[in-house]
């Protein structure tokens, strides 16, 4: 990017925060210019790095952790490449600039357990804080794309193959690709090859392979020319090892997904990275003649060894172990990551910020008024991207902004009242609640009305004007872009949906007996009863819901909560035979039960819920239509809007609050079984 183009995105976003990488060492001094706080980020592990400035930096004396040292060739290539990098910073500013320039902290993608010694190394050399970001590798896209190599994986036994890829941006001279082909043919190990050559080179894929190869390989092998979906081949239960060149990225998804290496680094950071691997047990390195060649020999018996030997056993479980120990920190490196930028840009503006639980989400920075601004190389855009996805609501919900976690339709509604007491009509009759809920909620809005003049309280619209220009919700546009459009008018604010904040599932083995239960019922067939946290059925409303389950003749799940302390049988709590008449048809849970999981389930076709935010938000993500019985305070609007846009029908209460059983039943088949509801289980919301 131009120095130029860069000064002008900085004057119109006026970020509160920068990050940048090594490519761009001029950034942080035209950040300091504006008062903005710049953080390197660098897309790579600390190990060379770390010896680099060592030699800059303490000339003749000796690295203090020998293991990682470069030997032979590679030790030779890595002299060479720095006296040549030497010669062409003279007056330039570089890296190490980049560096001493961030503020405060430098980050790095990696993490503890693999680099924790060269992370405290650093850190001393620079004298800031090293702060690991953990491994961004992103989830896997399992889309169709590529299904012959999926397939003829498939066809292969467990850990019996090896995939071979060097990177985009390094090329086998025809000298290693024949050694290379050879390796791979006398380890007698299956594999699948990507082979690729520069751009523009006319190279037909039969002659550069050795005469006859592919013919005697038959189907122990595969070769494809240029790509292939390399995460998804990595995470398939017959891979066994990874022949790679090392680069950083190929690195962390290989201990992410807890495949050993095979290493043949090629240059830069590679020879280090295949260094550091081996050390820690989850590699072993193909050696290179004192000229660089390769020998296919060699590639055969450490390819043999890392994958079907018993020699490698041991390299095969620290693999695994590796992947175990990135499983188990889950996100605790973007937490801390986020806690320093927090923490810097408070000491930089000298704010103070609350701490918050860490949540995900998708919104775009530049929604948020550029609260922190990216400025990255083509290389590292993906791992600049992950960081971001990982942490920035955490980032902007600890940087004094409102953060409201409800629907825009129901504050919209609420803060009409509030300010338009002259009777204006709200604008939207289509989400108007009518009989017992408009009633309730009237006098819901009276009281509270009467509590903040009596007591002379700040109250929501007080709150929602003192914040600052915007205001977050946990809602998308394409769900209530007119209600957020209105409560923007209303408060003379920007409302900014930060969109579906729902967690990733956790797919451990809790509550094994539900999915097993579910596993059993057939595509869309059973309906998921639960009415949150916070709300307790009386004994009738129990007894109408039990009827009218059992008058559907539909499959459910049914959660069922008592208040704390109350002691109560749930057979006592249901009609009398209720759950013999049912029989395998409905399951009946005490207290909780994994919600996300059941509504990902195949068998769900249907969610009979309350209408809770958070529920509405997990239904929609997941795509299961909503059997909505609301009970108070926001769900009546909130079953009113998924009714309006679609993916909903409400059951009636009369005027005084009561369900009836025929009802529920007919509701339930219309949304999970009979025709006149397809267009409600087939709804998209975001169309």
Not at 90 to 105: F, H, T, V
Not at 293 to 316: C, H, M, P, Y
Not at 635 to 662: H, S, W
Request: charged share 25%; glycine share 8%.
């Amino acid at each position: 990017m131009a120095i130029p183009s860069f000064t002008n995105i900085l004057k119109t976003l006026s970020p509160d925060l920068l990050i940048y990488d090594f490519n761009q060492p001029w950034a942080p001094t035209i950040a300091s210019s504006y008062n903005i706080p710049a953080v390197d980020f660098i897309p790579s592990g600390v190990t060379m790095p770390s010896f680099t400035l060592h030699l800059r930096m303490k000339g003749g004396v000796e690295f203090p952790f020998p293991a990682i040292q470069l030997q032979g060739f590679h030790k030779m290539q890595f002299g060479n490449m720095i006296k040549t990098a030497a010669n062409r910073a003279k007056n330039k500013e570089g890296p190490l600039d980049a560096m001493k320039r961030s503020c405060n902290i430098i980050l790095f993608h990696t993490f503890r357990e693999l680099e924790g010694q060269y992370v405290d190394y650093l850190a001393a050399l620079v004298e800031k804080k090293i702060v690991p970001a953990g491994s961004l590798v992103r989830e896997i896209d399992d889309e169709d794309d590529h299904t012959e190599i999926i397939e003829w994986l498939d066809n292969k036994d467990e850990s019996s193959t090896v995939f071979v890829s060097f990177g985009s941006e390094s090329f086998m001279s025809k000298d290693e690709i024949e050694e290379i082909a050879h390796g791979l043919e006398l380890s007698k190990v299956n594999f699948i090859w990507v082979v690729r050559f520069p751009v523009g080179e006319k190279v037909e894929i039969e002659e550069a392979l050795p005469k006859g190869f592919l013919g005697r390989l038959g189907e122990r092998g595969m070769v494809v020319e240029g790509w292939a979906p390399q995460a998804r081949i990595l995470t398939h239960s017959s891979i066994g090892g990874f022949v790679s060149h090392c680069g950083w990225n190929s690195v962390m998804e290989s201990l992410k997904f807890g495949v050993p290496i095979v290493a043949m680094p090629m240059h830069y950071d590679q020879p280090f990275n295949a260094r550091l691997v081996e050390e820690i047990g989850a590699a072993v390195e193909v050696n290179r003649g004192i000229n660089g060649r390769l020998n296919r020999e060699d590639i055969a018996q450490v390819i043999r060894t890392v994958v079907v030997e018993k020699s490698g056993e041991d390299i095969r479980i620290k693999a695994r172990e590796y992947s175990e120990k990135i499983r188990m920190k889950g996100e605790e490196e973007i937490d801390e990551v986020v806690e320093e930028l927090l923490q810097l840009y408070a000491d930089h503006f000298g704010l103070w910020f609350r701490s918050t639980e860490m949540h995900h989400c998708q919104s775009s920075i530049l929604d948020l008024n550029a609260l922190c601004c990216c400025i990255c190389g083509s290389s590292n855009n993906d791992e600049i991207n992950c960081l971001l996805d990982c942490g920035v609501q955490y980032l902007i919900r600890s940087c004094g902004f409102d953060f409201i976690p409800t629907g825009a339709a129901m504050t919209s509604s609420t803060l009409h009242m509030f300010t338009k007491r002259g009777g204006a009509e709200f604008p939207f009759p289509e989400i108007q609640l009518r009989g017992f809920h408009e009633t309730r909620f009237r006098n819901l809005i009276k009281k509270a009305s009467a509590n903040k003049d009596k007591n002379k309280e700040e109250g929501v619209v007080d709150a929602m004007k003192r914040s600052r220009n915007i205001i977050l919700f946990h809602t998308f546009r394409e769900l209530e872009g007119k209600y957020i459009d209105y409560l923007s008018v209303l408060i003379e604010k920007k409302i900014v949906p930060v969109g579906s904040l729902v967690r990733e599932i956790d797919d451990e083995d809790e509550h094994s007996e539900i999915i097993q239960w579910l596993d059993n019922k057939g595509g869309s067939s059973t309906v998921f009863v639960s009415f949150g946290s916070e709300y307790f059925m009386s004994k009738d409303e129990i007894e109408e819901i039990a009827h009218g389950l059992e008058l559907s003749n539909v499959n459910f799940i049914w959660v069922v909560r008592f208040p704390m302390g109350e002691k109560v049988e749930l057979e006592e709590a249901l009609p009398k035979g209720f759950i013999e008449r049912v029989g395998e048809r409905g399951m009946v849970v005490d207290g909780w039960a994994p919600q996300p999981r059941i509504l990902t389930h195949s068998s769900t076709g249907g969610f009979v819920s309350h209408c809770g935010w958070n529920s509405i938000m997990e239904s929609l993500k997941f795509g299961v239509p909503i059997v909505a019985m609301p009970m108070h305070l926001d769900q009546p609007l909130n079953a009113r809007l998924v009714e309006e846009v679609g993916v909903a029908m409400e059951v009636n209460r009369d005027i005084n609050g009561r369900f009836n059983r025929e009802d529920i039943s007919q509701v339930i088949r219309k949304v999970v079984v009979e025709k006149s509801g397809e267009d409600i289980s087939t709804k998209d919301p975001l169309e």
